[in-house]
T-cell receptor, first 115, second 113 residues
Framework: GAGVSQSPSNKVTEKGKDVELRCDPI?????LYWYRQRLGQGLEFLIY????????KSGLPSDRFSAERTGESVSTLTIQRTQQEDSAVYLC?????????????FGPGTRLTVT | AQSVTQLGSHVSVSEGALVLLRCNYS??????LFWYVQYPNQGLQLLLK??????LVKGINGFEAEFKKSETSFHLTKPSAHMSDAAEYFC???????????FGKGTTLSVSS
């Protein structure tokens, strides 16, 4: 079946503009995660959705970052008033549920460049 | 709190040589541990995972890792490197349900002929 998909694959934006990144998880996966990967760094957790529960937003770096998920389907990550330090690859992952038994499947990422 | 340390940001081996990528973790509860591989311009792919069953875990592409509680380590090995193994490798820990993975900073593996 289809894996996790993300769009766009690349996004170049000017400082101060808003951007919206999209993630389509694997069908049937109730858990969805957003991570950020800066150059030369590991992945940083941003936000986690599990079914209809309130999302875990503890990893969001500032109030310029927000994310939504409609039911158990697509999710969008929005960055307002982008800054150069927001330049990174944003990765989405999904898993069957939030228990740690199930591994997370990652999308190919969106490479964001803020000029 | 959980954390992961990958020793060596870059490892170079010759084709056919042993691959050893080091990972040490810190966790206040028995952890689940993972190794992911990332090929250029691709997403992360799960290589293997430790979930408190057997301490020696075998994964895809001939990789394996051994969980050593006394050393808080989960090193990744492969007996004979192939050119196609060149990629970035990430170790990750997940200590509790309902939490995200905590990743190390990654190790880039280069394989020369």
């Amino acid at each position: 079946g289809a894996g996790v998909s993300q769009s766009p694959s690349n996004k170049v934006t000017e400082k101060g503009k808003d951007v919206e990144l999209r993630c389509d998880p694997i069908s049937g996966h109730t858990a969805l995660y957003w991570y950020r990967q800066r150059l030369g760094q590991g992945l940083e957790f941003l936000i986690y959705f599990q079914g209809n529960s309130a999302p875990d937003k503890s990893g969001l770096p500032s109030d310029r970052f927000s994310a939504e998920r409609t039911g158990e389907s697509v999710s969008t990550l929005t960055i307002q008033r982008t800054q150069q330090e927001d330049s990174a690859v944003y990765l989405c992952a999904s898993s069957l549920d939030g228990t740690r038994t199930y591994e997370q499947y990652f999308g190919p990422g969106t490479r964001l460049t803020v000029t | 709190a959980q954390s992961v340390t990958q020793l060596g940001s870059h490892v170079s081996v010759s084709e056919g040589a042993l691959v050893l990528l080091r990972c040490n973790y810190s966790s206040s509860v028995p952890p689940y541990l993972f190794w992911y591989v990332q090929y250029p311009n691709q997403g992360l792919q799960l290589l293997l995972k430790y979930t408190s069953a057997a301490t020696l875990v075998k994964g895809i592409n001939g990789f394996e890792a051994e969980f050593k509680k006394s050393e808080t380590s989960f090193h990744l090995t492969k007996p004979s490197a192939h050119m196609s193994d060149a990629a970035e490798y990430f170790c990750a820990v997940r200590a509790q349900a309902g939490t995200a993975l905590i990743f190390g900073k990654g190790t880039t593996l280069s394989v020369s002929s």
